[in-house]
Structures are given as structure tokens and as C-alpha cells.
């Protein structure tokens, strides 16, 4: 059993920076992988970014590539996702979620994650 406790959020400005951070409590087993997912109103929810816990591998969307860092902090069982650049693009409630048994070819997929964050909004605007 994973609990995950999700902080950071905000309204901002288009161009500034935000960090969420994710922290997960319980045991965790071999090849697992946090993510972040995003969902936009009237959208579905779409992957941002994940981190497998072995190895430390990152994946990112297209969309967020170059302005999102996804990195965890092992000792404090904790996942950041640091987050330049923001634009109003990318305003939704996100999401951090933790699967066991994550293979590469699915990390990117929803139904990969068992356990889910209470969600955290992101507002850009000016």
C-alpha cells in the first residue's frame, strides 16, 4: 500500500516557475516509477512526466520537454516535478501517481499507475 502526498500549485504568470512535489509513503517494490499526469477541464488526463525509482531513467511529454524536471529524492521517498516556463497551456489540476512493476513500454500510460495523488491545481495567467 502507497499513500502519496501532494503539495505546491499555484496561479501564476506566464514565464514563471513552479515546483510540485510529491511525497509517497508505504513500501514500494522493484521497477517502480512515479509519474505526473495533468488534466485540463473538458480533457482527458494526459501524461506530463515519470521517474522509475531504479535508475533514476526520466520520460517527458513532447509538450513539456525541455522546460519540466521530474526528479526524486530517494532517502525522503519524494518525487519533484519542477516546472519553467509556464504558460496558460499549461493551467490543469496535476496529478502525481506510483505504479509497481512498471515496464519502459507503458510509463506513459494511466492505467500503469495503481496509486493516485489527491491532485493539486496550476493556474497560468496573466
Known amino acids: 500500500q502507497v499513500q502519496l502526498a501532494q503539495s505546491g500549485g499555484g496561479l501564476v504568470q506566464p514565464g514563471d516557475s513552479l515546483r510540485l512535489s510529491c511525497a509517497a509513503s508505504?513500501?514500494?517494490?522493484?521497477?517502480?516509477?512515479t509519474g505526473w499526469f495533468r488534466q485540463a477541464p473538458g480533457k482527458e488526463r494526459e501524461f506530463v512526466a515519470a521517474?522509475?525509482?531504479?535508475?533514476?531513467?526520466?520520460h517527458y511529454a513532447d509538450s513539456v520537454k525541455g522546460r519540466f524536471i521530474i526528479s526524486r529524492d530517494g532517502a525522503k521517498k519524494t518525487v519533484l516535478l519542477q516546472m519553467n516556463g509556464l504558460n496558460p497551456e499549461d493551467s490543469a489540476i496535476y496529478y502525481c501517481?506510483?505504479?509497481?512493476?512498471?515496464?519502459?513500454?507503458?510509463?506513459?500510460?494511466?492505467?500503469?499507475?495503481?496509486?493516485w495523488g489527491q491532485g493539486t491545481q496550476v493556474t497560468v495567467s496573466s
Open positions: 508505504g513500501s514500494t517494490t522493484s521497477n517502480s516509477a
Open positions: 521517474i522509475r525509482w531504479s535508475g533514476g531513467s526520466t
Open positions: 501517481a506510483h505504479g509497481d512493476g512498471v515496464i519502459l513500454s507503458s510509463i506513459r500510460s494511466k492505467s500503469t499507475y495503481y496509486y
